[in-house]
């Protein structure tokens, strides 16, 4: 698969998946599709559920630019704050090069990078670890620690990922999400989902307090395995933030994609 035939697919799979996930948040949510830009945009407090994203392949320096100064504008007017997605191989060489101060004459800040990821790699095997028990997230307990987990593990208040999770239709009926519990402590989760013939993983978080034990890996290889049996897919996709993209290789994805995120400049 080529860098541009990859980061289409990988922007289409965040298109797809935040569709859902910011609807089924707020079914006023905006999840608009303009030309080269796609919204999903939730506007509630947990900032993952406030997407923007660039969507053009092959996008040239000025075209690029005129985008992100679209974007910003877009981010601007929303209550909550969120991030740009911009999944770099879309833009062509000099878009690439000249990307940092494009972002900074659109009031964009670079916060942090990521990278899709990929492989042909399902079914994987139902997964054991001798510290875990897994549990599918069906109530809204479940919820509420899938939502903790996901603000110890990034640096949120706990308020913002409960405002994104708790109450979700979609979470305990429509993904195969799982919680990592060690005796009655839950201590990470994941989340697989299908979408448009793949099987996507979000959400993958472990407490800081119990990381480098293989936990998140041992969730993620249980979503992965059940969302697998219940579709009956065998491509999975997923976008890894710097601590988790060491872990995925080792399940069987490979890198194909980086990703630049970044939110309003002060």
């Known amino acids: 698969m080529t860098d541009?035939?990859?980061?289409?697919?990988?922007?289409?799979?965040?298109?797809?998946?935040w569709r859902a996930l910011v609807l089924d948040r707020d079914a006023d949510a905006d999840v608009s599709d303009l030309p080269g830009i796609a919204v999903r945009w939730a506007d509630c407090r947990f900032s993952f559920y406030n997407c923007v994203t660039l969507t053009e392949p092959g996008a040239g320096a000025d075209l690029a630019a005129q985008r992100l100064m679209q974007a910003a504008d877009i981010m601007r007017a929303k209550k909550h704050p969120g991030f740009l997605w911009l999944f770099e191989d879309l833009l062509d060489a000099e878009a690439r090069a000249t990307l940092p101060a494009?972002?900074?004459?659109?009031?964009?800040?670079?916060?942090?990078?990521?990278?899709?990821?990929?492989?042909d790699l399902l079914p994987v095997p139902d997964p054991v670890h001798p510290d875990l028990t897994f549990v599918r997230v069906r109530t809204d307990e479940h919820l509420r620690a899938c939502a903790d987990l996901q603000s110890r593990a990034y640096g949120f208040p706990l308020e913002e990922g409960r405002d994104g999770l708790t109450g979700s239709a979609l979470w305990t009926s429509g993904m195969y999400a799982y919680l990592a519990m060690r005796g009655d402590v839950p201590v990470a989760c994941a989340t697989t989902v299908e979408a448009d013939g793949r099987l996507f993983v979000a959400f993958v978080a472990t407490d800081p307090r119990w990381q480098r034990k293989g936990y998140g890996e041992a969730v993620t290889r249980k979503a992965l395995h059940e969302g697998a049996a219940a579709t009956g897919l065998t491509r999975a996709t997923l976008h890894a933030t710097v601590a988790g993209a060491p872990v995925y290789p080792r399940i069987g994805f490979e890198p194909n994609t980086p990703i630049r995120f970044f939110d309003l400049a002060e």
Do not use: K
């Not at 670079?110 to 990821?117: E, I």
């Open 4 to 17: 541009l035939t990859a980061s289409i697919e990988s922007a289409r799979q965040l298109t797809v998946v």
């Open 102 to 119: 494009a972002a900074e004459r659109a009031g964009l800040r670079y916060a942090f990078p990521g990278t899709g990821m990929a492989g």
